[in-house]
């Protein structure tokens, strides 16, 4: 019987949890699936409780299929869907449904925010109060939703949730906190000036703590319902992109993460919090103790892909899907896709922009379809990658997590787009083998992060960019920066006629 620790990744679509070995093996995985529910335009809401029973049913697999003991799970750490609002009363209980991170309901919140405090917030937080952070969810309860508000003693994100359902122990870590957009970055604490802009009691907010601080023992009642071990320690672990950084490695200025969750992340390693891009790019604390990263976010990555499949191939394998963009060619046949399918964040903080197909032509297939919205969406990564580049920025390697990683034809169309040599690990999961690595550092098996990176951290394929084809892309990503600024209007002027999918 191995030791082993549990990463689990608690995604926008499913939750994934990995068992690893001190030695770095991954000796089991098992995901569950739950649902998303988009009541209204710009709505994101899901059920905690999903979080829990799913998490449990991957758990119950691992012992009950993958035959791994309670008593080998030595300890386990979260990775967690960043920015969701948990609101909870004063017996902690869940008052009303989740907020996620691609809710963008809260844009006269932000309004608000910004002439309230204007720049004096971009510099306490290093971030824009854009609609997806947690503080414009919150002030849109108490708004809205004045006597759920009244009754909230603690907020919560996801990951930390389910920890507390867990554990019993209410807590955030530093990655999490600056994705609230209500921590005081420089001074590393929850911000009073905010709190008392804003008029929110400082006791909802959670103790903070560090990524691979203990967070107290599985406890009697999780123990029973899910057959872990009292024994089981867990640790704070962090927000997915930091958890997924810490998993593919990325620990230095040349590596930059890009990950295709339901989201589309380009992230790079900060070494300094002094560093502030005013909000343009997201920046945040990372799952290493005292360093940073920042990134620019894509909103629909894979969920345009999903989207797409659900819409008009809803029967077929995604992988078929994906591979059928091999039988169009570099630029779909003269196809565009912009995937503002759920509006954006960057390098357009836009909540209301709405995605195009450009060029449809009467030769056009279904293929090539399914290859502009691949291409699109890494045409959105490659104008957060310019972003970066004026700003100085030079990367060498650019690592690939998330699912879109399974496809080896969209790491490629990757290499081509940045012209950068794109590799992948041999597990796509990042954010859970980074979860893993917070407990085995946690637990003492490990020094630091980087100790444990040399073991568990193993690469697999390389791309490199082929030259004929990043001249097309180069041309065509000047083509398609020129979407956003023609469709800003006239997918504005169309919000109002938009299903409102609650009736
Ligand atoms: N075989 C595949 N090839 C390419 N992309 C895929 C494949 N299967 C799933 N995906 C994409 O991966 C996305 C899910 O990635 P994942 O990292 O699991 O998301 P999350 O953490 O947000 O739940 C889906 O939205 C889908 O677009
Ligand atoms: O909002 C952000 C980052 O700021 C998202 O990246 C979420 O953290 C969701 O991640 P995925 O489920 O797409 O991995």
Known sequence: MTDCVLGIDLGTSAVKVTAVTKAGNLIAQEQMDFPISQPKPGYAEQ?????????????????????ILPEQIIGLSYSGQMHGLVLLDQNNRVLRPAMLWNDTRSTPQREEIMARMGKRFVEITHNQPLEGFTLPKLLWVKENQPEIFKQATTMLLPKDYLRFRMTGKLAIDYSDATGTVMLDVDRQQWSQEILDAFDIPASLCPPLVRSIDETGNIDQWYAEYSGLSTGTKTFAGGADNACGAVGAGIDGPTKVLSSIGTSGVILKYEPKKETNYNGVIQYEDYAIPNTYYSMGVTLAAGYSLNWFKKTFADNEDFTEVVQSAEKSTVGANGLLFAPYIVGERAPYADADIRGSFIGIDGIHRRYDFVRAVLEGIIFSFRDI????KEKGSRFDTVVSIGGGAKSPLWQQIQANIFNVKVISLQNEQGPGLGAAMLAAVGIGWYHDISECSKVFVQFKDVFLPEPENVKKYQKLHQIYRKIYPSTKEITHDLVDFRRDTSR
Do not use: F, G, N
């Open 47 to 67: 059920d905690p409780e999903d979080w829990v029973s799913a998490t449990t049913v991957a758990i119950v697999r691992l012992i009950l299929k993958d035959q």
């Open 385 to 388: 990658l310019d972003l970066y």
